[in-house]
């Protein structure tokens, strides 16, 4: 083939490529857009029904009840997200250079700014913090809200889209006390624009995820409500809830969402507080138990058990 025709015919390639790759992230952004507006704008535990929940005690809680404007910091932060994912995926390291080389680009004066937005996203839509763990050389790290293990940064297992929503659930019965029902489950679900009787593009089958394959795996417990007059059913924390987040973790979680922090939620933050003193006592008779520990006198000196953590 002359050279000529060879030359073009790469051209026309790369602009093929260029025209897949274009759309592709056009699509990915659109999606995670759709996943942004609800969920950092309108998500609250009680569905906006309810005057006795508890407010934050800042004005910096409230959420934006504005309508949404995406910019190109937005964008630039949704692309981020799959540039994590896509590094996370690869087995890669997440480096801030690599970040700024490969997608922040012109705009490295916003490196903060982008890096905070992506973080909300990941939390928001997979359960997922991203933290620096190395300052100096700015590594970081995809940290998941569902502790599986003694070190819950993940390494090689799969990021689950529904990690987010289940969050979510979590928290929703958290603030209703432990044990909400079904009514005010669908009540918060439906702000965020999730329905038991729609399909959701990213959670498939809500209903079934929540009612039945949660419950199987042992994430919620979903019971009927004694002497219910029509009758009802409730949400409560399974076993494997407990034994993979913590009510902090929940509480921390529906902070990022309102960009505050835990203890804006006074009497939630004191729950967890207590929930985490509790966890820490009961990690600390286990290891006595099995005699990790030595006992003795010495044991005099430990008046709190919060440096365990």
């Excluded at 897949?20 to 995670?32: G, H, Y």
């Excluded at 034994?243 to 939630?268: C, G, N, Q, R, Y």
């Excluded at 099995?290 to 010495?298: D, I, K, N, V």
């Amino acid at each position: 083939m002359p050279r000529g025709q060879k030359s073009k015919l790469r051209a026309r390639e790369k602009r093929h490529q260029a025209r897949i790759e274009a759309q592709r992230a056009q699509d990915a952004q659109a999606t995670a857009a759709e996943e942004e507006q609800p969920s950092t704008s309108s998500f609250s535990p009680s569905g906006g029904n309810s005057q006795d929940e508890e407010k934050p005690s800042t004005s910096q809680a409230q959420p934006n009840t504005g309508r949404y404007h995406r910019t190109p910091l937005d964008d630039k932060a949704i692309l981020l997200v799959q540039f994590l994912l896509r590094k996370y995926n690869m087995r890669e390291p997440i480096t801030k250079e690599d970040m700024i080389k490969h997608v922040i680009k012109k705009h490295k004066v916003h490196f903060r700014e982008i890096l905070r937005k992506a973080s909300e996203l990941m939390v928001l839509a997979f359960g997922i913090d991203l933290k620096e763990v190395d300052p100096t050389r700015h590594h970081y790290a995809l940290i998941s809200k569902l502790q599986r293990t003694n070190d819950d940064r993940l390494r090689g297992e799969e990021i689950m889209p529904q990690t987010g929503l289940l969050m979510t659930v979590l928290c929703v019965i958290f603030m209703k006390g432990n044990c909400a029902t079904e009514k005010d489950m669908w009540e918060v679900l439906n702000v965020m624009g999730i329905y038991a009787d729609k399909k959701h593009f990213i959670y498939g089958d809500p209903k079934k995820l929540i009612t039945e394959v949660w419950v199987q795996e042992r994430y919620l417990l979903y019971r009927q409500v004694s002497n219910s007059n029509p009758p009802c059913r409730e949400f409560l924390w399974g076993p494997r809830a407990y034994a993979e987040t913590s009510k902090m973790k929940v509480l921390e979680f529906l902070a990022k969402i309102h960009d505050t922090v835990p203890s804006a939620f006074p009497s939630w933050y004191e729950e967890a507080l207590q929930d985490e003193e509790q966890r820490a006592q009961a990690r600390f008779t286990g290891l006595v138990h099995t005699g990790a520990l030595a006992t003795g006198p010495s044991m005099a000196n430990f008046g709190s058990f919060s440096h365990l953590y």
